[in-house]
């Protein structure tokens, strides 16, 4: 599928709406500066447009398959996963160190989204050993780092996470897997996990598994899960792949979607493993990972929607059917209105997410605990708003391409399919949204309320300049403070019915400031237009969504079981 990588939007987004100019003003990233930024990124872009787009399809109609307990990629994937390597692409971020290049997260993320929507199946093997490299050097010993890293980082050996088990879905704290003491160090690691995303290749030397598992003293819950480095091949004394380890493929999953993807089911029996970090302590280590891969999920959604975007606008532009303006389809006002809802969409996910980014390079180049904060907030929102966009916008492109669509030809349904998934995987949005109105919270709502100064102080100053779309906008977020009074309010558990629309209220919130900064940026321009029709069209969404979250629990407590199966 034809693909354009939208450089000159990351670097208005950059410029313009996400404060990415603070970044580069650090001493860390002082080196990171647009120009630098524009470099790479024109680079990525290239890479994505001639080597990644053109295997989007493949990974459809040629799926993983397992062979005699062989894992067979898609064809192209070996080709287009050494050219990623090669140039550097898995780790943009990674420490220099150890052969990364030490860019910031915000360049990485915008790296990720070009992969992501050039072949989305293909990109997730990189952002599984993104999240590994940053795991293991937060947390890893320096004998780990120093023979893991270089390997994952160089793109000759893979990584993965292993956290589901059958009996234990988003209850991670109910798995069954040990890990027990060779006397040695090391640990042999027995138990099944299930939907481990390339969990096997056949173009990497070796496929690098982090595994929780229970030591034999660990207590029941979370509190007693440890993390574990279980290698396919175990390392000989060069740090070369040696004998094969304890553990296969029992399986691929047969998924809707992302059929490239090698989804596995992982037995391991008594498999050597490394302990990462303190024995124990598995979650906070494994948080780690999961942290970074929640903010590349939700890119993935942002990924998805931009290569939905883009072949929805290209069948318009040439399909004619009925009267229309324009000569084709895209003349009608429907259809218009179905694009422009996909631009504006993608639009807010990727400033969202952007600025994710630009927090957590801040938290790290400043170690500021307000930054930290308005990370930890964001993420959350970053993972849930950005899938379901990438679902509601290929859903919008699919019925562009009218019955045309629904023909598994045109390739508009397989971004629907492959996208659908994102919601579901790194905790469902349903829990993304428990920890906003949960953990987020606990702090009685003050990284949120210092948020909203910001978006109710940008929308002052924008009154004079553009009142039309300013005021709506402070009005939104005067709302969305009320809202979240009314459920710092509450307890606990009596916040979780109306998480959902809360975070999505929120979201719309936060779109729209971001979409005002890029209309202030340049008045006369897409942008603006663009934000005028988000903010009059799209914004008024937010106070239904923080009504349902306001309403009082009664109404969903009451309902019995019966109710619900009657």
């Known amino acids: 599928m034809p693909y354009r990588a939208p450089i000159d939007a990351y670097m208005r987004l950059l410029r313009d709406v996400v404060g990415y100019d603070a970044v580069a003003a650090t001493d860390r990233f002082a080196e990171a500066n647009h120009e630098t930024v524009a470099a790479v990124l024109g680079e990525a872009g290239k890479l994505c447009e001639e080597v990644l787009a053109p295997l989007q399809r493949n990974g459809d109609l040629d799926p993983a398959r397992l062979e005699n307990g062989v894992v067979r990629t898609s064809k192209g994937f070996a080709e287009g996963f050494k050219a990623l390597a090669e140039g550097g692409w898995i780790a943009t971020s990674a420490p220099e160190a150890y052969g990364g290049m030490g860019l910031p997260l915000t360049v990485t993320t915008c790296v990720n989204d070009m992969m992501g929507a050039a072949c989305l199946a293909l990109q997730l093997n990189p952002l599984m050993s993104q999240g590994q490299i940053d795991a293991l050097e937060h947390h890893a010993s320096d004998e780990l780092k120093d023979l893991y890293l270089p390997k994952l980082i160089s793109g000759e050996w893979a990584g993965t ?174 259809v218009r209105r179905m694009l422009a809802t996909m631009k504006a969409e993608t639009f807010a996910a990727r400033a969202i997410a952007l600025s994710l980014a630009v927090a957590i390079d801040m938290g790290n180049a400043t170690g500021d605990a307000e930054w930290k904060a308005r990370a930890a907030l964001l993420t959350p929102i970053t993972k849930a708003f950005g899938t379901e966009t990438g679902i509601k916008v290929a859903n919008l492109g699919v019925q562009v391409h009218g019955g045309m669509g629904y023909v598994e030809e045109t390739g508009a349904a397989q971004y629907l399919r492959d996208v659908r998934v994102t919601a579901i995987y790194e905790g469902t949005n349903g829990i993304q949204a428990m920890d906003l109105v949960g953990r987020k919270m606990m702090d009685g709502g003050e990284a949120i309320f210092a948020l909203l100064d910001e978006i109710e102080s940008g929308a002052e100053a924008a009154r004079g300049q553009m009142p039309e779309l300013a005021e709506p906008v402070w009005q939104a977020a005067e709302s969305l403070r009320e809202t979240t009074e009314a459920l710092v309010a509450r307890d606990m558990g009596d916040r979780f019915g109306g998480a959902v629309p809360y975070l999505m209220g929120f979201a719309r919130v936060l779109g729209a400031h971001y979409h005002l900064r890029a209309a202030l940026a340049a008045p006369d321009s897409a942008d603006a237009r663009l934000a005028g029709f988000y903010i009059q069209r799209l914004l008024p969404e937010h106070a239904g969504l923080l009504a349902e979250a306001r309403a009082e629990v009664g109404a969903l407590a009451n309902l019995k079981k019966e109710d619900l199966v009657a």
Not at 325 to 334: F, K, M, N, R, S
């Open 161 to 334: 996470m292993n956290l589901t088990e059958p009996q234990a879905g988003s209850d991670v704290g109910a798995l069954s897997s040990k890990a027990v003491p060779n006397g040695d160090g090391t640990y042999a690691v027995t138990g099944q996990k299930i939907y481990i995303s390339w969990g096997d290749n056949d173009f990497s030397e070796n496929v690098c598994h982090l595994v929780l598992a229970r030591l034999p003293d660990g207590v029941p819950g979370t509190k007693g899960i440890s993390l574990f480095l279980v290698p396919k091949r175990i390392p000989d004394e060069n740090g070369n792949p040696g004998v094969a380890n304890d553990l296969h493929v029992v399986s691929l999953e047969h998924k809707m979607g992302l059929h490239g993807s090698p989804t596995c089911v992982m037995q391991y029996d008594g498999a050597r493993g490394w302990l990462v970090g303190e024995p124990h302590d598995g979650m906070r280590a494994m948080f780690t990972m999961m942290n970074n891969a929640r903010l590349g999920v939700g890119v993935q959604g942002v990924s998805v929607a931009e290569g939905a975007l883009q072949h929805a606008l290209g069948y318009a532009q040439e399909r004619k059917q009925g009267r229309s303006p324009e000569g084709t389809i895209i003349g009608h006002a429907d």
